[in-house]
């Protein structure tokens, strides 16, 4: 065998390719701020801020983070993992034609409002595309299995794009292709659901999914160094099932969850505790606007054979110094349960620290 040959099966090893499908309107954007509507697009960057986000939530040290995806500050030290998405003929579904699905749906105006303002075109739910995953021949199984854990907590926990945590850029994996064969595990984590339309069956099936999945995962980060102040996914994530499943369309779901919360958030209101809204995330009226703060309530929505249904992640201190909300702004570790009791008695628990 020559050296050609050797160098080709050696990148072809290293190589994955990941077909994926947008599974509810994805608002990435573009860097053309003088255009009157930003055009959707795909953008390796924000792929990769996504999974160096859940790589840290995951447990993941910071000095493995700069070895796998490389460091923002300096150039020359690339990480030992590169992504490239393929995306051609992209679905686009204009701001609207998404305000007229807004004006239709109070409960999913309520979880979109921001792009009334935005003006921002989307990715349409249906596109399909593909990322291809390459690592550097000196990854070791180590990296290569943290690099696809946190891939997998990425597609199955999070979302993308604008108002991620309220449902929106969902994106799935549809299948991972390596050395010409389709595969439906990596490194023992399943990555390709396998429901049926039976909703008790699949509610089961899900959290038995996550579950497996989550005690393998954890087991994978475990000899990492944590960095503080930031939560932990084994320590603060509360992740549940949302118990109205298999809706036909992700408008009808998001609607559901978004009148929920809408309902939920006037109540507040209307006894008095307006003010504690500020725990489901910032900017909020009379806050000071430069404070901002990413919500600690999480939207997931997830599908399998046409039929949608959702994750609640509710992201909750061990106690008041786990995490900081903002310096000038005092914290009764008491508002965290306003979190912990939205929907209570619409979630089905598939994890709890």
């Known amino acids: 065998m020559n050296i050609i040959q050797i160098l080709k099966d050696t990148i072809k090893g290293n190589t994955y390719e990941i077909d994926c499908e947008v599974i509810t309107p994805l ?3 573009n860097a053309n701020k003088k255009a009157e509507y930003k055009e959707a697009e795909l953008r390796e960057q924000s792929i990769n801020g996504v999974l160096r986000w859940f790589f840290r939530v995951a447990g993941g040290s910071k000095e493995n983070e700069q070895k796998l995806f490389g460091t923002v500050l300096d150039e020359s030290k690339k990480g030992l993992v590169k992504l490239k998405v393929i995306s051609e003929n992209i679905m686009e579904l204009s701001s609207k034609q998404f305000i007229n699905i807004l004006n239709r749906k109070q409960g999913f105006s309520y979880l979109g409002f921001s792009f009334r303002m935005n003006k921002q075109n989307f990715i349409n739910s249906g596109y399909k595309f593909k990322i291809i995953i390459s690592f550097n021949p000196l990854a070791s199984k180590e990296y290569k299995e943290m690099f696809f854990a946190t891939l997998w907590l990425a597609f199955n ?5 604008s108002r991620s945590r309220r449902g929106f850029g969902a994106i799935q994996i549809n299948s991972i ?13 399943d990555f390709i659901k396998n429901f049926d339309n039976n909703q008790q069956n699949n509610n089961q099936k899900i959290s038995q999914y996550y579950k497996n999945n989550l005690e393998k995962i954890k087991h994978i980060f475990n000899n990492n160094k944590k960095i503080n102040g930031i939560p932990i996914i084994f320590d603060n994530f ?3 099932l949302f118990s109205k499943t298999n809706y036909n369309d992700y ?20 006894k008095g505790e307006g003010r504690k809204r500020y725990i489901f995330g910032l900017p909020l009226r009379n806050f000071d606007m430069r404070n901002r703060r ?3 309530l999480i939207f997931k929505p997830i599908k399998f054979n ?11 201190p061990t106690d008041k110094r786990s995490f900081i909300f903002h310096n000038n702004i005092k914290v009764d570790n008491s508002d965290y349960n306003y979190i912990r009791d939205f929907a209570k008695d619409e979630l089905i628990k598939i994890y709890e620290p």
């Open 27 to 29: 608002a990435m954007g």
């Open 177 to 189: 292709t390596h050395n010409n064969q389709k595969i439906n595990q990596l490194f023992s984590l």
């Open 294 to 296: 990413a919500s600690l």
């Open 251 to 270: 408008v009808s779901i998001l609607d559901e969850i978004g009148s929920i919360y809408k309902n939920y958030r006037i109540g507040l209101k209307r």
């Open 238 to 240: 509360h992740i549940y």
């Open 157 to 161: 926990l999070g979302n993308f794009g």
């Open 306 to 316: 046409n039929s949608y249904s959702l994750l609640i992640i509710k992201i909750l």
